[in-house]
């Protein structure tokens, strides 16, 4: 490892390398053990070199983007993780707009909204990058990201960056070609929009935010939520019918507020929310006979 941080400190001075770093500092459930080693590259162009010094050294990497979907281990994780965390927005035709896979969603929303273009008020309230959202095809209220995208740039482990049209990155529900192609970094979108009046999509904006305010347990820390949408029923229904709503291990519950939600009420380990999970998983398939499956990716 030493030697590999030499050759990276010296190639791409300007990537902030940590070792040991605690990844609860970089999820939005605030759980998770060091990284044996965190690299935080300050450019996207920095990201091909770096992913072909790493091919060459043979180590695992992990892609970590804004953490707001994932349950990472207590006992941390061997290899490298990568954070994609930049990346701004530029508007590059009529209709469309080029983000950095690490730019936030919500600032994508707010800088498509000022271009009055309308087709990412869904993504305002959805925490985390760009990138994460693309891998998950992330959605909400009848949007999602396979709607917009048109085009990913990507580069492989070898460092070779190429395009890939909306065609082929298989968009389904809470799913995409990320979700096999672990070896893909997504570095920018296009995303194509359509022209509207930006007070009217602020105002839709605003409005959505109002409805996730209302029924999503945003105080607590959370990865979102707990599991997909089984065909013709909804999670959070299904766990509050088996009285499952305020179930606790150690710091890890079922939300009372939104049932589809497991928060962390403070000091939650992993193990304590994969408990919650397991049991949720149980009941709901032992009452209903409807199996639930993890939306929130486990490392
Ligand atoms: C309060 C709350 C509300 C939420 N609401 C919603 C919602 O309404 N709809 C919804 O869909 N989700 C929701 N989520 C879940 C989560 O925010 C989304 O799935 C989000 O898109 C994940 O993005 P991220 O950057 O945090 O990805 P991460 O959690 O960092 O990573 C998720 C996956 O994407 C991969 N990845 C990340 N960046 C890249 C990249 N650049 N290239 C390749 N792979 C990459 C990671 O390796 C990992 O496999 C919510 C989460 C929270 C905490």
Known sequence: ???????????????????????????????????????LPQT??????LLAILNRCGVPVHILGGGTNLLIPDQGVSGVVLKVGCGGAERTGENTISVGSGCAKASAAVFAQTQGLAGLEFLHGIPGTLGGGISMNAGAYGGELSQVVTNVTVCDRTGAVTQLPAEALAFDYRHSLFRERRDLTILSAELTLTQDDPAAIRARMDDLMTRRRERQPLEYPSAGSTFKRPAGYFAGKLIEDCGLKGFTVGGACVSEKHAGFVINRGGATSEDVHRVIDHVQKQVFRTFGVELVCEIEMW
């Open 44 to 49: 996207a162009s920095d990201i091909p070199p």
């Open 1 to 39: 490892m030493q030697e590999l941080i030499r050759e990276i400190t010296q190639k791409l001075p300007e990537t902030v390398v940590k070792e040991h770093e605690p990844l609860a500092r970089y999820t939005s459930f605030k759980i998770g053990g060091p990284a044996e080693l965190l690299l």
